[in-house]
């Protein structure tokens, strides 16, 4: 059998030995819209649970926009000339509006990253900045939540009048979903900030996985940041799997985000009926699977339809290697993932963990493998005893051992794909 798996900016064809039963989960999709022009129109102009941007906008002299980096294929392109149209429209010139690139504690993105982020009319008209979570200097501080948590968040949003984001609503490895507040914290947070919501307080949280926001403590955490920041309106799409436009949410930061993350949980999800003994998955392809660090989420999200004990196979370029310097340092001195679980109760928390954390509660349940030629074996410290250089090597030893007739399940874009066990039907 053979299956084209997301890879980098092509796909990999995968030849899957004989002998295990496979079932291909391809991500779900919502129809795109046949009018994206009038449904962001339509948004903007009769928002959920706020008055019209244009309106908004109007007694405002100043504005800023948080958008995604380019770890995430946001349609900013589409999205964005429709709200500074209205901002525009509401008397607030080119010269009082800040685009900020929500980076968290990515690398900032480069002048060509801008031009695709934004595109070049935009990047080159408007004053556009990247966030640096590392500058605490750049940040303003905003008190603390009702759990402790400093907030910082970067002085030239706190500094506008008028706060928007901007961005898309998928599922999230440790947040339930993306969108809305996300692109206030972490997005434009001091590391000081991002530190404690990424730190175990948060990321041992049953509640803190993929698809779950209602009872998740990380989401109700941010969504009281975003308040804290005065989180004005929030525009968010959801995506089919090419990229298109399927829906519109705008608004209220809370209700707009809400209908948002209904709309994507009851159009995405796929169901099997019990949990496989293996899964083979991506980072879907670029960009997430540019670094080690983002094609985690692969891993993590593929881990909900596994039988206990179950295998994992990711199968990333990594083009980019680990990613930034701090994760790098902690991935090649990982011995177990045991010992690092550990090491992180012991110690202060330091910048991107939280991914290996990640990484690590996974690999204490699950045998997981790896096929990520970027990444050389000797950055990966104990991971790269589980690494192959081959991808038919990697099927090899996933396939090897597992009992007669297994089942396992093959997730060509990995976390783009919303898999879950059915539940079952009571008697």
């Not at 370029?317 to 001195?333: I, S, V």
């Not at 509660?361 to 096929?371: A, I, Q």
């Not at 950055?379 to 090597?393: F, H, I, P, T």
């Amino acid at each position: 059998m053979r299956v084209e798996a997301a890879f980098g900016k092509r796909s990999l064809s995968l030849e899957l030995p004989d002998g295990p039963r496979y079932e291909v989960l391809e991500a779900r999709s919502a129809r795109a819209l046949s009018d994206v022009g009038k449904a962001l129109a339509d948004a903007l102009d009769s928002p959920i649970g706020r008055p019209p941007l244009k309106e908004l906008a109007r007694d405002r002299k100043t504005a800023a926009i948080s958008v995604c980096d380019i770890t995430r294929p946001a349609p900013n392109k589409l999205t964005l000339p429709p709200i500074l149209d209205r901002l525009h429209a509401a008397g607030i010139t080119a010269e009082d509006i800040t685009i900020l690139i929500a980076t968290g504690l990515h690398r900032p993105s480069t002048s060509d990253e801008l031009d695709v982020i934004l595109g070049r009319e935009i990047a080159s008209r408007y004053r556009v900045v990247n966030h640096n979570a590392r500058e605490i200097g750049q940040h303003h501080f905003l008190g603390k939540t009702a759990r402790g948590t400093p907030v910082y968040i970067d002085e030239r949003f706190i500094a506008a009048d008028l706060h928007i984001t901007l961005g898309f609503i998928e599922q999230h490895l440790m947040l339930g979903f993306s969108g809305g507040r996300k692109l206030v914290a972490p997005g434009l947070a001091a590391q000081d900030t991002i530190k404690v919501l990424h730190s175990p307080l948060f990321m041992r949280e049953p509640k803190a996985i993929e698809g779950s926001i209602d009872d998740n403590p990380l989401h109700q955490e941010l969504l009281e940041i975003a308040r804290m920041a005065r989180h004005d309106f929030m525009l968010d799409v959801a995506l089919t799997r090419t990229r298109d436009i399927a829906g519109v949410f705008a608004g209220d930061p809370v209700e707009a985000h809400a209908a948002g993350v209904r709309f994507v949980s009851e159009s995405l999800l796929e169901t099997i009926p019990e949990p496989v003994d293996a899964v083979i998955t991506t980072a879907a392809g670029y960009p997430l699977d540019l670094t080690f660090y983002q094609a985690v989420k692969g891993i993590t999200a593929a881990q909900h339809i596994l039988k206990p004990g179950g295998k994992i196979l990711l199968i990333a370029e990594c083009d980019e290697g680990a990613g930034a310097r701090e994760f790098a340092e902690k991935l090649r001195h990982l011995k177990t993932y045991e010992s690092f679980l550990d090491e992180l109760k012991a110690g202060p928390v330091t910048v991107d963990q939280w991914q290996l954390e990640k990484l690590a509660l996974v690999g204490t349940k699950f045998d997981v493998l790896f096929y990520t030629p970027g990444l050389a074996k000797a950055a990966s410290g104990g991971l790269a005893a589980k690494m192959y250089d081959s991808v038919g090597e990697a099927l090899q030893a996933l396939t090897a051992g597992l009992p007669a007739n297994a089942r396992i399940a093959v997730i060509p874009e990995g976390p783009y794909v919303y898999a879950r066990v059915a539940e079952p039907v009571a008697a």
